[in-house]
Each structure stands twice: as structure tokens, then as C-alpha cells.
């Protein structure tokens, strides 16, 4: 029997995004939020100003968070409480080594009963559970970004293939 976030390459979905201006990154994150349960695992990657904190914002007041979204770099993690979801969004650009990660005690976090989402994944890498779903985020232009959402796990595409219904239902 398999788990929720057994992994298979073969398997693996991915869906490519265009995203113009802070507006529709902010848009496309409340999209996605449609989604999303505890759980669940998100990494977003990308170079420092792509727009992984606003994808994080824009997810965040799609789940209903109203407050102040700040970027967890100096604090590490920020902890949203939406209703009954515990949000743990986490920044690991200061890591130097993956070991920080163990060090900071941050494996009970990762559970059932939560979303996690990591900025800056790769600086714990092979220390993190695997990522649900991973969104690898672009520069292209002054303005624009281009987001490949991968799903690695069956929960992960689960949601790809829920946010693409819903997608289509909008239309």
C-alpha cells in the first residue's frame, strides 16, 4: 500500500505558467490555494527576487489569511493559523549547511496536520520530506515570470489534476 506522498518519476505532471506583473502572481497563488490541504508539501525555488514570497502572499489570502505576510528569512519559519490549518512558511537562504535544518528542530512541523511551504529548498537538501507539488519560478522580463508547477507525489497530482478542473470550470 502507498502513501499519499509515494513518489514515481514515471508519473511525475508538470504544468507551465505565465505570470505578468505582482498582480497575477498574487492571483495565481489564491488559485492554487483552491487546492490545497493539510498535508500537503510546497517547495518554491528560484533566484532571489522571483516571487516566491508574493506566490507564498498570494497563497496565503487565498486560504483566508488576512494579516501581514512577512518573508520568513531572519525568523526562518512564520507560523499562519487559518481557522483550523496550521501554515508553516519557511525561508532556509540563510542555511550554509543542510544540517541546519535537523539542527532547528524543524522535522515536526512536516505532518498530516499541516501545510508546509519552503523557499529555498536546496540549501537542506536530502534532509526535507519529498515535495508534494514544487513550483520552480522564472525571471523572463522586468515584469514577468514563468512558473513550472511539478507534482512528485500522488497528492501532489491530485491537486494539479483539481486545479486544472477548476481552471476549465472558470472559463
Not at 512541523?109 to 515535495?131: D, H, M, Q
Not at 514563468?146 to 507525489?153: C, D, F, G, L, S
Request: glycine share 8%.
Amino acid at each position: 500500500m502507498h502513501s499519499p506522498h509515494h513518489t514515481d518519476s514515471a508519473a511525475r505532471h508538470h504544468v507551465m505558467r505565465n505570470l505578468d506583473e505582482e498582480n497575477a502572481t498574487l492571483a495565481f497563488g489564491a488559485e492554487i490555494a483552491a487546492v490545497l490541504h493539510p498535508g500537503l508539501i510546497i517547495f518554491l525555488s528560484g533566484n532571489l527576487g522571483a516571487g516566491k514570497t508574493t506566490l507564498a502572499r498570494g497563497i496565503l489570502r487565498g486560504l483566508g489569511y488576512q494579516g501581514k505576510v512577512k518573508s520568513p528569512t531572519y525568523n526562518l519559519v512564520e507560523l499562519y493559523k487559518i481557522s483550523r490549518l496550521y501554515f508553516y512558511h519557511f525561508d532556509f537562504y540563510r542555511f550554509n549547511d543542510p544540517t541546519e535544518w535537523e539542527e532547528a528542530g524543524f522535522r515536526e512541523y512536516f505532518n498530516e496536520e499541516s501545510i508546509c511551504l519552503v523557499e529555498w529548498p536546496e540549501k537542506a537538501s536530502g534532509l526535507l520530506p519529498t515535495a508534494d507539488l514544487q513550483f520552480l519560478i522564472q525571471i523572463t522580463g522586468t515584469d514577468h515570470r514563468r512558473v513550472e508547477i511539478q507534482a512528485h507525489t500522488e497528492a501532489g497530482r491530485q491537486c494539479l489534476k483539481h486545479w486544472q478542473t477548476l481552471r476549465i470550470l472558470r472559463q
